[in-house]
């Protein structure tokens, strides 16, 4: 009964590969997001979707596509993966609210590219 | 100028101390503000949202000063458990309901015995 759920957990990829990384949130949540971790631990947004909608698309390489399906899913696919890549990535959802509102984080999905 | 600033720390403090962190943000514009903790190699988790009265949860207590654009957290009589690292954290959009959360590079805390 996990609240945002991400799949896989870990990812050890080589240079050129394209990958997909699965997201669901059984909260009921409008809004999904992607976050990138990276060595230095600075938490960056990539994309923001409300209701299946992109929102924020925060100037990411076209490398990485998000797509959802749902309301409850937000996938993000990269292609031609790179050393860069490597990284953190979480998922997360909140209630579209005024004001601000919790988001709530997946486990993350720890990417390592060779 | 980052949009978000902290200390990255780390504080070293003893159990039972009180530690501030504090945090600065440079868009004028944004709405609201809250306070994030994680823990090693976990996602990172709510810990208070921060009002511009001041809000206070148990030991934590947190203050914004919109005028200048500063935002703190007051950790008192500290325990082992509060080890972490401390995210400061702005909402930047307009207030449209869609929010984006801009993370600070956040503040490491460990609390020894």
């Known amino acids: 009964d996990t609240a945002v759920s991400q799949t896989p957990k870990y990812l050890v990829t080589q240079m050129g590969n394209d990958k997909s990384i699965k997201c669901e949130q059984n909260?009921?949540?409008?809004?999904m997001y992607w976050y990138k971790q990276d060595s230095k631990k600075f938490l960056k947004i990539m994309f923001s979707?409300?209701?299946?909608?992109?929102?924020i698309n925060e100037t990411v390489p076209n490398r990485f596509s998000p797509k959802s399906p749902d309301k409850a899913h937000l996938n993000l696919h990269i292609n031609s993966l790179e050393l860069g890549d490597s990284a953190v990535y979480f998922c997360?959802?909140?209630?579209?609210?005024?004001?601000?509102?919790?988001?709530?984080f997946g486990q993350g999905t720890r990417l390592t590219v060779v | 100028r980052k949009e978000v600033e902290q200390d990255p720390g780390p504080f070293n403090v003893p159990e039972g101390a009180t530690v501030a962190f504090n945090c600065t943000y440079s868009?004028?514009?944004?709405?609201?503000f809250f306070w994030y903790r994680q823990d090693c190699r976990k996602e990172p988790k709510l810990l208070m949202s921060?009002?511009?009265s001041g809000n206070e949860d148990g030991r934590f207590t947190a203050q914004l000063n919109r005028a200048s654009q500063y935002i703190s957290l007051l950790i008192r009589d500290s325990k082992l458990s509060d080890s972490a690292t401390y995210l400061c954290?702005?909402?930047?959009?307009?207030?449209?309901?869609?929010?984006?959360?801009?993370f600070g590079t956040g503040t490491r805390l460990l609390v020894s015995p």
């Open positions: 921060v009002y511009s």
């Open positions: 909260l009921g949540h409008d809004t």
């Open positions: 979707y409300n209701n299946k909608e992109l929102i």
């Open positions: 997360a959802s909140s209630v579209r609210g005024f004001g601000g509102t919790e988001a709530f």
């Open positions: 868009n004028s514009a944004s709405q609201s």
């Open positions: 954290v702005v909402n930047g959009a307009r207030d449209t309901g869609f929010q984006k959360l801009v």
